[in-house]
């Protein structure tokens, strides 16, 4: 059984850092692409960040510069490192996993339930 489970989130000031993790479990997690979705109050979800089984990364425009993903094989983890937290960063953060890589939410198959980032000014 594929499961997906996030943590990390808070809240937290602006200007502030926070890591995102994701645990993997029920499927070989090297060999899928993996990505960060997120949702914020009456918005659609959107991609934010993603990495390919073999490391490719690639970054919505909005967050290129203070979003790092990152994955360690070993521990099943996905990570979304976020530095200089803006007020408007404030979503629900998704991972999600697929066997293609890309941006698009249909690429991917499995989900995480989300893990809550709120950032006051």
């Known amino acids: 059984q594929v499961q997906l489970v996030e943590s990390g989130g808070g809240v937290v000031q602006a200007g502030d850092s926070l890591r995102l993790s994701c645990a993997a479990s029920?499927?070989?997690?090297?060999?899928?692409?993996m990505g960060w979705f997120r949702q914020a109050p009456g918005k659609e979800r959107e991609f934010v960040a993603g990495k390919s089984s073999g490391g490719t990364t690639y970054y919505a425009d909005s967050v290129k510069g203070r979003f790092t993903i990152s994955r360690d094989n070993a521990k099943n983890t996905l990570y979304l490192q976020i530095n200089s937290l803006k007020p408007e960063d404030t979503a629900v953060y998704y991972c999600?996993?697929?066997?293609?890589?890309?941006?698009?939410?249909?690429?991917?198959?499995?989900w995480g339930q989300g893990t809550q980032v709120t950032v006051s000014s």
């Open positions: 029920g499927f070989i997690f090297s060999t899928y692409a």
């Open positions: 999600a996993a697929g066997r293609i890589f890309g941006s698009p939410e249909n690429l991917y198959s499995n």
